[in-house]
């Protein structure tokens, strides 16, 4: 059974940092290409980013390239986010999602919660 | 980036109704389109992708159609587990997008 478990969310003050993780079992994380989608709350989806199962391809969101970096550790089967610079925009619940055969996300985490608040 | 349109916003209904959601792309996509349904507090369900393969484990009430830039998603007899948001979201290039959601109440 695939499982992601996402962790690491809370309350942050703007310009603050945040690293999110994503914990993958039940496939062979290797092997698929990884991204994050996030959620504001009340609104709809936007894709963040995503990363090549090699995880040396990468792709941004333009609202937050150069404040976040997406990576992975395939040995340790996890996702991360690193989230700088932080805004208020930013607040959402963010969900970490393996792709399919296409760029589209088969399975999705429960989600994790950041607040950026003052 | 290419920007995803869906109507209409809400759409309310009852049960045993054929329900039809639009998805318009602003530049072609092919078929490179998935659908997927939110219940309140849950991540979303892939449904459709490739704008008409059914994900495994779908009902086949739900079914996708189109291509290049008009898609819709039919669910054949709306059943009570039926009520979420659906969303599209295009599969063709960076960024990825997201149309704006249908949210499905009860009539």
């Known amino acids: 059974e695939v499982q992601l478990l996402e962790s690491g969310g809370g309350l942050v003050q703007p310009g603050g940092s945040l690293r999110l993780s994503c914990a993958a079992s039940?496939?062979?994380?290797?092997?698929?290409?990884m991204s994050w989608v996030r959620q504001a709350p009340g609104e709809g989806l936007e894709w963040v980013s995503a990363?090549?199962?090699?995880?040396?391809?990468?792709h941004y969101a333009d609202s937050v390239k150069g404040r976040f970096t997406i990576s992975r550790d395939n040995s340790k089967t996890t996702l991360y986010l690193q989230m700088d610079s932080l805004r208020a925009e930013d607040t959402a619940v963010y969900y970490c999602?393996?792709?399919?055969?296409?760029?589209?996300?088969?399975?999705w985490g429960q989600g994790t919660l950041v607040t950026v608040s003052s | 980036d290419i920007q995803m349109t869906q109507s209409p916003s809400t759409l309310s209904a009852s049960v045993g109704d054929r329900v039809t959601i639009t998805c318009r792309a602003s530049?072609?996509?092919?078929?490179?389109l998935a659908w997927y349904q939110q219940k309140p507090g849950k991540a979303p369900k892939l449904l459709i992708y490739?704008?008409?393969s059914l994900e495994s484990g779908v009902p086949a009430r739900f079914s996708g159609s189109g291509s290049g830039t008009e898609f819709t998603l039919t669910i054949s007899s709306l059943q009570p587990d039926d009520f979420a948001t659906y969303y599209c979201?295009?599969?063709?290039?960076?960024?990825?997008?997201f149309g704006g959601g249908t949210k499905v109440e009860i009539k």
């Open positions: 039940g496939f062979t994380f290797s092997s698929h290409a």
């Open positions: 530049q072609s996509i092919s078929s490179w």
């Open positions: 990363i090549g199962s090699g995880g040396s391809s990468t």
């Open positions: 490739k704008a008409s």
């Open positions: 999602a393996k792709w399919g055969s296409g760029t589209y996300f088969d399975y």
């Open positions: 979201q295009q599969c063709h290039s960076y960024s990825l997008t």
